[in-house]
T-cell receptor, first 115, second 113 residues
Framework: NAGVMQNPRHLVRRRGQEARLRCSPMKGHSHVYWYRQLPEEGLKFMVYLQKENIIDESGMPKERFSAEFPKEGPSILRIQQVVRGDSAAYFC?????????????FGQGTRLTVV | KNQVEQSPQSLIILEGKNCTLQCNYTVSPFSNLRWYKQDTGRGPVSLTIMTFSENTKSNGRYTATLDADTKQSSLHITASQLSDSASYICVVNPSSNTGKLIFGQGTTLQVKP
């Protein structure tokens, strides 16, 4: 049973380009969470999704950022028109239930660098 | 002000020694508190999860304590090993129905031979 898989591990984008980050949850997990870790800071919640539903996106910037978790395939975090301040590590976690009283397993993260 | 504060920010100890990391939180309501270990360049890995009714939980050489009245938690590492060098993060789940884990900034532990 593979863990949470994120790809790519490293992504370099020029300012103004689009970044797409992928997350495949653990087998049997239908709840996905995205977190962002800015340099020298703790992880910050961005969005919580179930299959085909956004449950809570209160941590997501209002512009340029979007997330989806389709019926088939990985969850995608999409950042349009990237700026230098988007440079960060983006972590995805998954859990079998939405309550988070159960364990949440994190992926290895995608390190986005905007040049 | 951060809702989860950790101390010290960084710590250096010799291999084989014990250490204790501290976490104070102001998050309310509170569902559970977790300690994660994050190696450089890797994702966080859970060490312990405690609900408000639990005072202590162990995972091998790691022992976490929780005082829900004073809103304090600690992580004690016994007989440290070089592989314990990592960031240790205190995380609070404010509610059982949300994905909003609240992370502290972590304590960076370096174990030297």
């Amino acid at each position: 049973n593979a863990g949470v898989m994120q790809n790519p591990r490293h992504l370099v984008r020029r300012r103004g380009q689009e970044a797409r980050l992928r997350c495949s949850p653990m087998k049997g997990h239908s709840h996905v969470y995205w977190y962002r870790q800015l340099p020298e800071e703790g992880l910050k919640f961005m969005v919580y999704l179930q299959k085909e539903n956004i449950i809570d996106e209160s941590g997501m910037p209002k512009e340029r950022f979007s997330a989806e978790f389709p019926k088939e395939g990985p969850s995608i975090l999409r950042i349009q028109q990237v700026v230098r301040g988007d440079s960060a590590a983006y972590f995805c976690a998954s859990s079998p239930q939405g309550s988070l009283n159960t364990e949440a397993f994190f992926g290895q993260g995608t390190r986005l660098t905007v040049v | 002000k951060n809702q989860v504060e950790q101390s010290p920010q960084s710590l250096i100890i010799l291999e084989g020694k014990n250490c204790t990391l501290q976490c104070n939180y102001t998050v309310s309501p509170f569902s559970n508190l977790r300690w994660y270990k994050q190696d450089t360049g890797r994702g966080p890995v859970s060490l312990t999860i405690m609900t408000f009714s639990e005072n202590t939980k162990s995972n091998g050489r790691y022992t976490a304590t929780l005082d829900a009245d004073t809103k304090q938690s600690s992580l004690h590492i016994t007989a440290s090993q070089l592989s314990d060098s990592a960031s240790y993060i205190c995380v609070v789940n404010p509610s059982s129905n949300t994905g909003k884990l609240i992370f502290g900034q972590g304590t960076t532990l370096q174990v030297k031979p």
